[in-house]
């Protein structure tokens, strides 16, 4: 059956993923404890699927405060197909450089903040804008995406380079370029992507270790509690305490 090869095949990932990439996940950890730390935002963006893992984020049950997302609706949101916002619209969308410079103009940023962008290939213009942008105003880049099968790919952007050439920091998600992964028998084209699940896998990786490196700083995390445990009669209370400091940080965004 092709459901135990796709989940062969996403396992495989997995692994790879712990044997190759825990020193880099660490490194990003820090970078973003002590952005979150300090009082200010890592920023997350995507286009396409690699918004999924941004939406893992927060709010979210377990999820905590500090990442702020810079999600377009034009680039996250595809699902009508055909017609208004299709998916033509989309393809052209994230190709068309300058978009992306567009968007980070309409944001308030300080030098401590990070900007956390995922991307499979990393070849395509606004993706690489907001790194730019980013890097332009101080902050630190952190890209996760298929480094290892894209990343000397040529870029759809004029500055001639790939956004894991622009990265300060990279964390592989190691997962094959065509993404889909299972044969069938009388199609060109695979079924079952990986990128989505290695994506997600690496984002709670990180953020679990985020969460641990504050906690032994000392650092009061805000988390996003469960509301469906009977029996638990705080959980809105933490849950207000959660949104007041995700208001207070955004404040001058």
């Not at 190709?95 to 290939?121: C, L, P």
Request: overall charge negative; glycine content about 8%; proline content about 4%.
């Amino acid at each position: 059956m092709l459901a135990n090869e796709w989940k062969k095949n996403a396992i495989s990932v997995m692994d790879k993923i712990e044997e190759t990439q825990m020193e880099n996940i660490r490194k990003v950890a820090e970078v973003m404890a002590d952005t979150i730390e300090a009082g200010r935002w890592v920023h997350t963006f995507g286009c396409g699927h690699a918004n999924l893992p941004i939406e893992e984020m927060y709010p979210r049950i377990g999820g905590f405060v500090g990442f702020h997302p810079l999600c377009e609706l034009p680039l996250t949101f595809f699902t009508h197909i055909t017609g208004e916002m299709g998916i033509h619209q989309f393809l052209w969308l994230e190709r068309a450089e300058g978009y992306g410079q567009s968007i980070m103009k309409s944001w308030n940023f300080d030098e401590k903040d990070v900007v956390w962008i995922f991307s499979h290939t990393g070849i395509n213009a606004v993706n690489i804008d907001v790194a730019l942008e980013a890097k332009k105003r101080g902050m630190k880049v952190i890209v996760f995406g298929s480094a290892s099968e894209t990343g000397n790919k040529v870029p759809r952007h004029s500055c001639g380079k790939n956004l894991f050439q622009i990265a300060d920091y990279v964390v592989d998600t190691c997962c094959p370029i065509v993404d889909a992964s299972c044969q069938l028998k009388k199609h060109q084209d695979k079924v079952g992507p990986l990128s989505t699940m290695a994506s997600v896998t690496t984002v709670w990786m990180t953020i679990c270790t985020v969460a641990e490196i504050l906690e032994e700083r000392g650092v009061k995390l805000y988390i996003h509690p469960s509301h469906n445990v009977p029996g638990d009669t705080t959980a809105h209370e933490r849950l207000d305490a959660c949104i007041a400091e995700y208001k207070k940080r955004s404040a001058g965004l």
